[in-house]
């Protein structure tokens, strides 16, 4: 079956320009995350949502960072006045629950460049 | 607060040989663990998980780990090696107690296997 798919696969803007990144999870599952992944710090949790609401937001790295989901699926990471340590690949991911053990399925990413 | 710790960041083994790469972990409540590979320019792919049972996991492509609780570790293994293994390899935790939340990764260790 379909797999996560995200877009754009690449991102170049400029810094100051506003971002957004697009996630479609696989068919069923509720739980979507967002993390990052750059040279410097690996892999990073952003955020992660269980339904439409994301409980904890305390890993999104700035006030700069915002994400939505709506009807329980596609999910978009927005980042406003983008800045050069933004450059990463952002990965979604997602899973039957939130709870329990299941294991996340990720997408490809989309790699982020900021000029 | 969990970690991971990947000691090695590379680790190179000769086809047919058998590989092991390093993983140990912190958490505070009962760990849920998981092994991912990454080849150039994709995704991350799961291989395997411990949630709870045998200590022994078996997963894709010949892999399995083994869950030491005393020791804090779930080192990944493969009997044989195959030079089409070589990618970059990510553990990860979560805390099976703490409710839904996303994974924390180890920094990843790069497998060569040479003909």
């Known amino acids: 079956g379909a797999g996560v798919s995200q877009s754009p696969s690449n991102k170049v803007t400029e810094k100051g320009k506003d971002v957004e990144l697009r996630c479609d999870p696989i068919?069923?599952?509720?739980?979507l995350y967002w993390y990052r992944q750059s040279l410097g710090q690996g892999l990073e949790f952003l955020i992660y949502f269980q339904g439409n609401s994301a409980p904890d937001k305390s890993g999104l790295p700035s006030d700069r960072f915002s994400a939505e989901r709506t009807g329980g699926s596609v999910s978009t990471l927005t980042i406003q006045r983008t800045q050069q340590e933004d450059s990463a690949v952002y990965l979604c991911a997602s899973s039957e629950d939130g709870t329990g053990g299941y294991e996340q399925y990720f997408g490809p990413g989309t790699r982020l460049t900021v000029t | 607060a969990q970690s991971v710790a990947q000691p090695e960041d590379q680790v190179n083994v000769a086809e047919g040989n058998p590989l092991t790469v390093k993983c140990t972990y912190s958490?505070?409540?009962?760990?849920?663990l998981f092994w991912y590979v990454q080849y150039p320019n994709r995704g991350l792919q799961f291989l395997l998980k411990y949630i709870t049972g045998d200590n022994l996991v078996k997963g894709s492509y010949g892999f399995e780990a083994e869950f030491n609780k005393s020791q804090t570790s779930f080192h990944l293994k493969k009997p044989s090696a195959l030079v089409s293994d070589s990618a970059l390899y990510f553990c990860?935790?979560?805390?099976?107690?703490?409710?839904?939340?996303?994974?924390?990764f180890g920094k990843g260790t790069h497998l060569i296997i040479q003909p």
């Open positions: 990860a935790v979560r805390d099976g107690g703490g409710g839904a939340d996303g994974l924390t």
């Open positions: 068919s069923g599952h509720t739980a």
């Open positions: 958490v505070s409540g009962n760990p849920y």
